[in-house]
C-alpha cells in the first residue's frame, strides 16, 4: 500500500495559517511602533525601526511558540528565530536589489518578498526553530 505523502495536512495548514495572521499582527505592530517613534516622539527612523523590528521580533516568536507551533519558547528557539528572521531581511532585500538591478520598480522586489518569505520562513521555523513532528 502506498501512503500518501501530503506537505499540508491539518495540522500544518492550521500552524501556517496561525503563522500568518501573526504575521499580519506583527506587520502593523512594527508599523504603530516605528510611526509612533518618529511622528509623536521625534525619534530618528533608522533607530525606530531597530526598536519596531525588536518589538515585532519579540512579539512574533512569543505568539508563534504559543499559537502557531505550541511549544516552549526557549532561549535556544528564540535564537534560531532570529537568525530565520535575519535571513528572511537579507532575502527581502536581495529581492528589492535585484528588481532594482533590472530596472524595475522597487516594489517589484517588495512584492515577490511578500510572496515568497511567509512560506519560507513558516518551512524553516516548522522544521528548524520549533522542529515538530507529526
Known sequence: MVKEIRIFNRKTSRQFTGFSLIGVVNTLLHLLVITGLVELFSV??????GVAFIT???????ANSRW???AAATRQRYMRFL???LL???????AIAISENLQWHYLAGVLLSFVFLPLLTFLAHRHWTWKIVD
Do not use: K, Q, Y
Open 83 to 85: 537568525t530565520v528572521s
Open 68 to 70: 502557531s507551533f505550541r
Open 56 to 62: 515585532a521580533n519579540l512579539f512574533s516568536f512569543w
Open 44 to 49: 530618528h527612523p533608522i533607530p525606530a525601526n
Open 88 to 94: 528572511g531581511l537579507f532575502v527581502s532585500l536581495l
